[in-house]
């Protein structure tokens, strides 16, 4: 099955500092790779996600980077502010938009200090 | 606004009980999940049921039951708990190739 590996588990930064999340997997039939992050005391939330027909896509201040070749994908986080801080995870599905073959990352808690 | 409601956020309870973890959402979703999150091991999918009164096993099925009977309630069942479930489990559903959404989680502790 599906292995999805997340480095680092802990990231500081600076506020307005960028932060990157990095993840790879091992099914070179996966297809789809979104991020979610969560909030203290609540359940994640879909930030962004990449099909994989597209190397990079950007909202605002985050993107999401992917290579295919080397099965890693990576989340950008520009500008960062203390409401960043937060557990992200990534993840990846060989069935494009199917949550059931969802595999999760261990997550990332990234801290912005003030 | 979309609304995945976890009954318990906090559940204390002792080893060899049975344990109800109730779910509810309000979005006509076909899909509806249950993962457990440890530290250090993400989401970890327990059920999954694509319809009521159907259900698939996950990657950790096993000392877990769920039970669908009807479309917006999925429950977690522990027939005896133990101390490594120890955990917080969370709810989630999705349209069939839609987004997962998440309930806030119910950190169970067994003593």
């Known amino acids: 099955g599906e292995n999805v590996e997340q480095h680092p588990s802990t990231l500081s930064v600076q506020e307005g500092d960028s932060a990157v999340i990095k993840c790879t997997y091992s099914?070179?039939?996966?297809?789809?790779f979104p991020w979610y992050k969560q909030e203290l005391g609540k359940g994640p939330q879909l930030i962004i996600d990449?099909?994989?027909?597209?190397g990079e896509k950007k909202d605002q201040r985050i993107a999401v980077t992917l290579n295919k070749t080397a099965k890693h994908f990576s989340l950008h986080i520009t500008e960062t502010q203390p409401e960043d801080s937060a557990v992200y995870f990534c993840?990846?599905?060989?069935?494009?938009?199917?949550?059931?073959?969802?595999?999760f990352g261990s997550g990332t808690q990234l801290t912005v200090l003030p | 606004d979309v609304k995945v409601t976890q009954s318990s956020r906090y559940l204390v309870k002792r080893t060899g009980e049975k344990v109800f973890l109730e779910c509810v959402q309000d979005?006509?979703?076909?899909?509806m999940f249950w993962y457990r999150q440890d530290p250090g091991l993400g989401l970890r999918l327990i059920y999954f049921?694509?319809?009521?009164?159907?259900?698939e096993k996950g990657d950790i099925p096993e000392g877990y039951s769920v039970s669908r009977e009807k479309k917006e309630r999925f429950s977690l069942i522990l027939e005896s708990a133990s101390t490594n479930q120890t955990s917080m489990y969370l709810c989630?559903?999705?349209?069939?190739?839609?987004?997962?959404?998440f309930g806030e989680g119910s950190r169970l502790t067994v003593l």
């Open positions: 099914d070179s039939a996966s297809n789809y």
């Open positions: 989630a559903s999705s349209q069939p190739a839609g987004e997962l959404f």
């Open positions: 990449i099909r994989s027909n597209v």
């Open positions: 979005m006509d979703h076909e899909n």
């Open positions: 049921s694509y319809d009521v009164k159907m259900k």
């Open positions: 993840a990846a599905s060989r069935s494009s938009g199917s949550a059931r073959q969802l595999t």
